[in-house]
């Protein structure tokens, strides 16, 4: 499958492939430099690299490591079992072991974080955690102060250098696939989803079936936005809609957004007609919020 998965079959796996801005780079740098990890908490939005720097990370140090999706394994028993059973025996390699426990923010702050707390401090002398998160305030406090929290955000200053990376990226992945394309498109679908690299890598694989990216497949992109609006509005999926509000809404709208959703998200439970609830919803942020 991951053949298969240009998402996959391209994941950088240096630290000197994956695309990030110059301090994060330089950060991850000085560590591979000194040869020891500490625990981190690597948080930011979705597909900006924070499993593909821990996995460069583990590789280029030589050490052993073990990936637990935590929306996938949340429960104490299994995170338990798994880590107990990885990380209470010796590396092969020599070196100390890490835990990569992705998607962290999806464990249960009442039980499962604070079982990990124990965890990381029972196997400090033989193992490191690194947890990756998109909500870092979803992680209870002491996990903070026992990890050094590092932030995958794009400096403003950086974000053409770093498109420009993502273009360049995206051009070895189409001629090596026998893709043909035009680079304005390419420029369309980065600054679509940027700064998610996953969702653009998924999405032109999507579109590269044909055989070629050309400026047919921008309709596409426009009407998948719709769609995905429409969805995560039938849905009822406010947190999807407030994660994008961001890219369309002015910063000081954001906390009025943020109450508004939060409003008609609790009336949602109880409303006769949930369709007039979403339509009301979508007025009010007409009326109250000022989009960019």
């Keep these: 499958?991951?053949?298969?998965?240009?998402?996959?079959?391209?994941?950088?796996?240096?630290?000197?492939?994956?695309?990030?801005?110059?301090q994060l780079k330089k950060d991850f740098g000085l560590?591979?430099?000194?040869?020891?990890?500490?625990?981190?908490?690597?948080t930011g939005t979705a597909g900006t690299g924070k499993t593909t720097?821990?996995?460069?990370?583990?590789?280029?140090?030589?050490l052993d490591y073990i990936i637990i999706n935590g929306s996938e394994e949340s429960g104490i028993d299994t995170l338990r079992n798994k880590i107990k059973q990885f990380a209470s025996s010796v590396s092969l390699e020599g070196g100390y072991k890490v835990v990569i426990l992705?998607?962290?923010?999806?464990?249960?702050?009442q039980s499962t974080q604070p079982a990990l707390r124990g965890f990381i401090e029972?196997?400090?002398?033989?193992?490191r955690f690194i947890l990756t998160c998109n909500f870092k305030n979803r992680i209870i406090e002491p996990l903070h102060s026992r990890c050094s929290v590092i932030e995958f955000g794009i400096p403003k200053g950086q974000k053409q250098s770093i498109a420009a990376g993502m273009m360049e990226r995206l051009e070895?992945?189409?001629?090596?696939?026998?893709?043909?394309?035009e680079q304005p498109?390419?420029?369309?679908?980065?600054?679509?989803?940027?700064?998610?690299?996953?969702?653009?890598?998924?999405?032109l694989q999507r579109y590269g079936v044909s055989g070629s990216i050309d400026s047919g497949i921008l309709v596409n992109v426009n009407d998948v936005s719709v769609g995905n609006l429409m969805s995560h509005l039938k849905l009822k999926d406010f947190r999807k809609i407030y994660d994008s509000s961001t890219e369309y809404v002015n910063p000081q709208s954001i906390p009025q957004l943020i109450l508004i959703l939060a409003d008609y998200q609790y009336k949602d439970s109880f409303v006769a007609d949930h369709e007039l609830n979403m339509v009301a919803c979508l007025t009010e942020i007409m009326a109250g919020v000022e989009f960019k």
């Excluded at 029972?122 to 193992?127: A, D, G, L, Q, R």
């Design 53 to 62: 720097v821990a996995k460069a990370l583990c590789k280029e140090l030589n």
């Design 122 to 127: 029972e196997f400090s002398s033989n193992c």
């Design 172 to 181: 070895h992945i189409l001629t090596t696939e026998g893709v043909s394309y």
């Design 1 to 22: 499958m991951q053949e298969h998965l240009w998402v996959e079959k391209y994941r950088p796996t240096t630290l000197s492939d994956c695309i990030l801005p110059s």
């Design 102 to 109: 992705d998607e962290a923010d999806y464990l249960n702050p």
């Design 31 to 42: 560590i591979l430099k000194q040869k020891e990890l500490q625990n981190m908490l690597l």
């Design 185 to 203: 498109v390419l420029a369309e679908l980065i600054m679509k989803y940027f700064p998610d690299f996953r969702r653009t890598i998924n999405e």
